[in-house]
């Protein structure tokens, strides 16, 4: 039959003859399924092949090989729309044929749509032409073409309950929903490849910071009597005191918000100390009932100051990891790991608060514990960090090591070196038991170090220059940028014009580092200014190197994942306006 070599076989055993007496009827018959796709304008038809010296019927589900036309004006029982049916059986067992067939056809278009998919799997593993790969981060779907609804399946789908509820499949569809809640989506293309470290260890410090809240909220009760049969009214009262007076912290600090942009990591350390000391004040508050208000005063102002920085820096981390611009969504599931992890730090701190009961000396012991264990993934998780942003340091590290090797660094090994308060250097010996880099130049390092404590931004004019030639030749010299760069008293002083953009600040700090290499390489002292803004002078050289460079340096840069855009700095506020005469 024509149709036979277009159509898609299924064998099924029937529970039809295989011969015209009813009593030689064979189990293992084949009943084929021929399955072919649907034509709505189509009639099903329902023909019969001989197979093995019997007949059996065959259903094909279409419009068979001839486009689904029935010429002929031979109906069948049931009228012009019924389905046709030939049999070249004897006639003693026709009459039970058709109710039989009557159900099978039932059956088998009531379970069409998933026999068709499971043969689309079955066929589309080897049709590779056909198939399509749903990607979603770094899950990739298989799917194959549906022939009967004219779409595409998944090619591995589950089709029994054994296989549903394996551990395996449980465990990978636990591990799906958890990814979907806590992490962004197409993680982890979608964000850089520090975020999942920095998050890891934020959860830990998360739960060690819920409980010694827990801990701390808890001593502060029994300091203001709760259980003692305080007052509840004089209990609100110092309650509400203690916060009012915290909170104007939170308003002073806030005009510091340009420092948090600069230095982030250590800012943001900083904030956990400020933290964990106002919790030990608090639990503290049992010892001295009657300085409840001040100590709790005192403690409240650190946590608000520790809660503004912790937010604003948590900005600038957040911006970092967005690798595709998608922000909100990685401050959302910032958020929700937050929640949980102080969920779990909660009930630990209310299991832990209920061993320790009212003692002040086991709650401090316990308390120093965890904030061990919180101090340490906070510091682990900021230097996890890889800012892309140049502040100062970042900057000059950058710059140094091009001036010394021809490229730029990259954005690992910088953030790697940095300390966390490069201006403070005895505060940086929490980290000087880091693996050091061996990429770098010790060179370069010492040029960062050292131009960061020489380095003025938003200098007064007044206070570099003594006389009008000075003024004159520096003015005329920088006449097309949008700052002034000299030396004074062994200051990198950058005078800021009211044009200069962050654009311009990092063009400066590339001629300071210049001008570092040519007085520690070169040899080329500082002679005044009028005499440095001469042809051949320091100035008027490391200018000219600058303008020819800094494109270059730039482009290499951003070619690492650097963001060039600007410097991240912490500018005095002093401007000036150049008004340059017209001849």
């Known amino acids: 039959m024509a149709c036979a070599s277009s159509c898609r076989p299924l064998f099924l055993s029937s529970p039809f003859p295989s011969s015209s007496s009813p009593s030689s009827c064979s ?13 709505p304008s189509s009639k099903p038809i329902i023909t019969t092949l001989t197979a093995n010296s019997g007949s059996f019927p065959v259903l094909s589900v279409g419009g068979g090989c001839d486009g689904g036309n029935n010429n002929n004006n031979d109906d069948g029982p049931f009228g012009s729309d019924s389905w046709r049916w030939n049999d070249d059986s004897s006639s003693s067992s026709s009459h039970s044929y058709p109710f039989l067939l009557f159900l099978s056809s039932l059956l088998a278009c009531s379970s069409h749509s998933q026999l068709s998919s499971a043969l689309a799997r079955t066929n589309g593993e ?17 799917l194959i073409p549906d022939f009967s ?3 595409f399946v998944v090619s591995n789908g589950i089709s029994n309950l054994t296989k549903l509820l394996s551990l395996s499949t449980l465990w990978g569809q636990c591990r799906d929903l958890v990814m979907r809640l806590l992490l962004p989506e197409g993680f982890p293309d979608s964000v850089t490849s520090d975020y999942l470290d ?3 260890w934020r959860g830990v410090q998360g739960v060690a910071s819920q409980v010694s809240g827990v801990l701390a909220t808890q001593a502060l009760l029994y300091a203001v009597g709760l259980g003692k049969g305080a007052i509840p009214t004089a209990a609100a009262i110092n309650w509400v005191l203690k916060d009012g007076i915290g909170y104007l912290s939170k308003i002073m600090l806030s005009k510091y918000g340009r420092h948090f942009d600069v230095n982030p990591k250590g800012w943001r350390l900083f904030a956990d100390l400020l933290e964990n000391a106002a919790f030990g004040l608090e639990i503290l508050t049992p010892s001295f009932p009657h300085l409840f208000v001040l100590i709790g005063a005192i403690a409240g102002a650190g946590r608000s100051a520790a809660t503004l920085i912790q937010a604003a820096t948590r900005s600038c981390f957040y911006a970092g990891f967005a690798a595709q611009r998608n922000f909100a969504e990685v401050i959302a599931k910032g958020e929700a790991q937050g929640m949980i992890s102080k969920s779990i730090g909660i009930g630990l701190g209310i299991a832990l608060a209920n061993c320790i009961g009212s003692s002040t000396s086991f709650a401090l012991a316990s308390f120093g514990v965890v904030t ?16 892309r942003t140049l502040n100062p340091y970042r900057a000059s590290l950058v710059f140094s090591e091009y001036l010394l090797s021809g490229q730029a660094p990259s954005i690992k090994e910088v953030n790697a070196e940095e300390p966390l308060f490069p201006a403070i250097p005895f505060l940086n010996l929490l980290s000087a038991n880091r693996e050091r880099s061996v990429v770098l130049s010790s060179e370069a390092k010492q040029a960062a170090s050292e131009i960061e404590l020489r380095l003025q931004l938003g200098s007064k004019l ?7 030639e000075d003024v004159l030749a520096l003015f005329n010299l920088y006449k097309d940028e949008g700052y002034i760069l000299t030396e004074q008293e062994g200051k990198f002083c950058v005078v800021l014009k009211e044009s200069c953009s962050p654009q311009d600040m990092l063009k400066s700090l590339f001629q300071v580092n210049y001008l570092y290499w040519l007085e520690r390489n070169a040899g080329i002292e500082s002679r005044g200014a009028s005499n440095d803004c001469r042809q051949g002078g320091r100035l008027q050289i490391s200018l000219e190197y600058v303008q020819r460079e800094f494109n270059h340096v730039k482009i290499d840069s951003e070619s690492l994942g650097w963001v060039t855009d600007g410097l991240i700095a912490r500018p005095l506020p002093n401007r000036i306006r150049p008004v340059y005469a017209t001849v």
């Open 198 to 200: 920095y998050s890891l």
């Open 27 to 39: 189990l293992t018959t084949p009943f084929l399924f021929s399955l072919s796709p649907i034509n």
């Open 372 to 387: 061990w264990i919180h101090m340490y993934c906070n510091l682990k998780s900021y230097q996890s960090i890889q800012l």
């Open 149 to 151: 609804d004219d779409a």
């Open 462 to 468: 007044s206070d570099i220059v003594s006389n009008k």
């Open 126 to 142: 080897t049709e590779e032409d056909d198939v399509v790969w749903e990607v979603r981060g770094s899950k990739w779907t298989k």
